[in-house]
């Protein structure tokens, strides 16, 4: 270990390391690194300095920065650093790409809203001439029922209404509905 290091803050450096890497025990964590695991409980303990080998097997193993290791100075992880560089134009490339085809979708999913909402007009006016004409056929009926009577005709198309209540369309109550020049 190089000289004047602070033995204890060292320790609760690898303590933060251990922590983040989460080993299923420290004597696998102490076989990984290539420590003897009772050697690495000792300077766990602080009875053992850390050797520059079981530090170069940290680096190896985990990525941990020597030097932030023994002075806390620069990131705890270099390979992070070399894989977001690696990674960052990567990773920007796929974003740019995910954000074009979200743009083409989005597209897409416009102009099938745009067909569903000319559909649908194009439906409601068809709709709308349909109540027209069961509207006319219905009052021609009613005419020929009421022989002509205008108070009869008037008085058959409001129970027709009455009777209809909720079910009805709208825009077919509004068709039949009773004026005076029914």
């Known amino acids: 270990m190089a000289q004047g290091v602070d033995n204890k803050n060292v320790i609760l450096r690898l303590e933060d390391v251990i922590k983040d890497k ?4 420290l004597r696998v964590f102490a076989l990984n ?9 000792k300077i766990m303990k602080g009875e053992k300095p850390l050797t ?10 985990y990525g941990v920065n020597e030097d932030w290791l023994f002075t806390g100075q620069g990131p705890k992880y270099k390979l992070a650093e070399v894989e977001n560089e690696d990674y960052r134009g990567k ?21 099938k809203v745009e067909d569903i909402q000319a559909s649908l007009a194009s439906a409601l006016k068809r709709q709308d001439a349909g109540f027209g ?14 022989k002509g009577n205008p108070g009869r005709v008037k008085k058959i198309l409001g129970e027709i209404l009455r009777k209809a209540g909720p079910d009805l369309s709208p825009n077919l109550k509004e068709s039949i509905a009773v004026d005076g020049s029914t």
Do not use: M
Not at 133 to 146: I, P, S
């Open 22 to 25: 989460r080993p299923k025990s």
């Open 33 to 41: 690194v290539g420590a003897d695991p009772s050697f690495f409980s």
């Open 52 to 61: 520059e080998n079981i530090a170069k097997g940290l680096f190896e193993k």
């Open 91 to 111: 990773y920007i490339k796929v974003l740019e790409e995910n954000n074009q085809l979200l743009k083409k979708e989005r597209s897409e999913l416009a102009a």
């Open 133 to 146: 004409l069961v509207a006319e056929l219905l009052k021609r009926d009613v005419h020929r029922e009421a």
